[in-house]
């Protein structure tokens, strides 16, 4: 089955600076890549997703990009700001279609 | 957007006990649902996929008859913890897909906070 693995488990930025989170996916046939952000004791909250053929995506402060040769993505967030402190998930949907894998998370805080 | 609502957002129950949690899409129908489980400080992990009129499909290491699911209609589906331990309080998210193809977006419920004593 796919297996995402996610880096780093947490991550310190001061605020106005760019935070970067990566994932791998081990599964090929992959083709949707969202992310998810998640505030303590909530729903995840999806904020931006990739096709598998596209290589670049941007949504205002938000992007992600996506190797498919290297079977990995990564979700850049430029201008932080404390309210974007909450956990980021990477996801995969694996080549049968149905099943969403998860990366195991990031810790995002944003300093003042 | 569409909108999944679970409830209970909360339960605590004694040892033994069983608890239904319910998943309904509000404004979509949901041939598929998803249960998840998340423990403190972890990822989601996949339980089972909910099928309306047919068997859950369970992840390896689940245990069916202990998570039982219940997907009667387009719009609801039910994950009963039977039998629960304290091993069993964690975060339970359920989660449709809006709209037919694979690639549809994933929406999740607000979760269950299940605490076992």
């Known amino acids: 089955g796919e297996n995402v693995e996610q880096h780093p488990s947490t991550l310190s930025v001061q605020e106005g600076d760019s935070a970067v989170i990566k994932c791998t996916y081990s599964?090929?046939?992959?083709?949707?890549f969202p992310w998810y952000k998640q505030e303590l004791g909530k729903r995840p909250q999806l904020i931006i997703d990739?096709?598998?053929?596209?290589g670049e995506k941007k949504d205002q402060r938000i992007a992600v990009t996506l190797n498919k040769t290297a079977k990995h993505f990564s979700l850049h967030i430029t201008e932080t700001q404390p309210e974007d402190s909450a956990v980021y998930f990477c996801?995969?949907?694996?080549?049968?279609?149905?099943?969403?894998?998860f990366g195991t998370g990031t810790q995002l805080k944003v300093e003042l | 957007g569409a909108v999944v609502s679970q409830h209970p957002s909360r339960v605590i129950c004694k040892s033994g006990t069983s608890v239904k949690i319910e998943c309904r899409s509000l404004?979509?129908?949901?041939?598929?649902m998803f249960w998840y489980r998340q423990f403190p400080k972890q990822s989601l992990m996949l339980m089972a996929t909910?099928?309306?009129?047919?068997?859950?499909?369970?992840e390896q290491g689940v245990e069916k008859d202990k998570f039982l699911i219940n997907h009667a209609s387009l719009t609801l589906s039910t994950l009963t913890v039977t039998s629960a331990h304290p091993e069993d309080s964690s975060f339970y998210i359920c989660?449709?897909?809006?709209?037919?193809?694979?690639?549809?977006?994933?929406?999740f419920g607000n979760g269950t906070r299940l605490t076992v004593t």
């Open positions: 996801a995969a949907l694996g080549g049968g279609g149905n099943k969403l894998t």
């Open positions: 909910s099928n309306e009129g047919s068997k859950a499909t369970y």
């Open positions: 989660s449709a897909r809006d709209g037919a193809g694979l690639n549809s977006p994933l929406h």
């Open positions: 990739i096709r598998s053929n596209v």
């Open positions: 599964d090929s046939a992959s083709n949707y």
């Open positions: 404004d979509f129908q949901a041939t598929t």
